[in-house]
């Protein structure tokens, strides 16, 4: 993996080459710092008005791919004429349409159920956040005390095993997260790649960046287009080619796009 501000003058030249370019990021992790309760997560201004000129700009699509609800995301990140995938992609916001992923649907009054029953379950552990996105169910264990995390992982794997031994949900791992989701082949690199079709741009060239493990889908995604994979940070193994260092190193790759839009 390369750092991606050392291969810039290679980047620039292959991006130029192409008429437009779909850009679809991360949130958490890779435009904002992790925050040990999402909902507290804050978009700094200077980064906000980088995207809406970034968006505005006709050589640039946008797209917001992240784990959260998409209300959720797209109140957070609160810029109108961006696209919002919510839930891995589960549910997209695109052109003033909602698309969800149909085999989807079904499973919602599934995931309501086991949300509610990790409620009941999980009250003695007020530190553990969970998140219930309709589609999917995230637990926030990062502000859970050591000695109390593998009571709470008992409870929660326990709770989950019937559901996951018929083959009912899935579950993945994240920074400090567990998930739960319907068990369909959807993930953020089929979002991106179901994006990248509804552009019609047959000279389009595509970057991802993102941090997380359900990122790597989407690298897998874009590299096969010939794309741009970024991570954010670095860990052992990853399909992305690139590496940003922080998400000081994402906001200032916004800046150097935008050199492109005043040209
Ligand atoms: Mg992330």
Redesign the pocket.
Same mark, same amino acid.
């Given at each position: 993996m390369q750092y991606l501000f050392s291969s810039r003058r290679v980047l620039e030249k292959r991006m130029q080459a192409k008429k437009h370019i779909l850009l679809c990021l &991360?949130?958490? +992790?890779?435009l904002v710092p992790?925050y040990p309760r999402p909902q507290d997560a804050l978009l700094e201004e200077n980064v906000r008005s980088g995207l809406v000129k970034l968006s505005s700009c006709k050589f640039f699509s946008i797209g917001i791919i992240s #784990?959260r609800a998409l209300k959720d995301i797209k109140e957070k990140v609160k810029i109108k004429h961006l696209i919002y995938a919510g839930n891995h992609g589960l549910e997209i916001a695109y052109r003033g349409k909602i698309f969800i992923y149909p085999p989807a649907k079904k499973y919602i009054p599934l995931i309501i159920e086991i949300g509610k029953k990790l409620t009941r379950a999980l009250r003695a552990f007020p530190q553990a956040v969970l998140e219930r996105k309709g589609l999917s169910l995230s637990l926030h264990y990062r502000l859970v005390k050591l000695e109390k995390l593998s009571k709470l992982r008992k409870i929660f794997f326990k709770l989950l095993k019937p559901y996951l031994a018929v083959g009912k949900v899935k579950l993945t791992h +994240?920074?400090k997260v567990w998930e739960v989701r319907p068990s369909i082949k959807w993930d953020k690199g089929k979002a991106f790649l179901w994006l990248k079709d509804k552009l019609k741009s047959r000279d389009l060239f595509s970057i991802y960046i #993102? &941090? &997380?493990l359900t &990122?790597e889908d989407a690298f897998r995604a874009v590299n096969k287009i010939g794309g741009l994979s970024i991570l954010v940070g670095r860990r052992k193994s990853s399909q992305a080619k690139y590496y940003l260092k922080n998400i000081q190193d994402t906001q200032k790759l916004l800046r150097v796009l935008l050199e492109r839009c005043a040209r």
């Open positions: &991360d949130f958490d +992790g890779t992790i #784990g +994240g920074k #993102g &941090d &997380d &990122d």
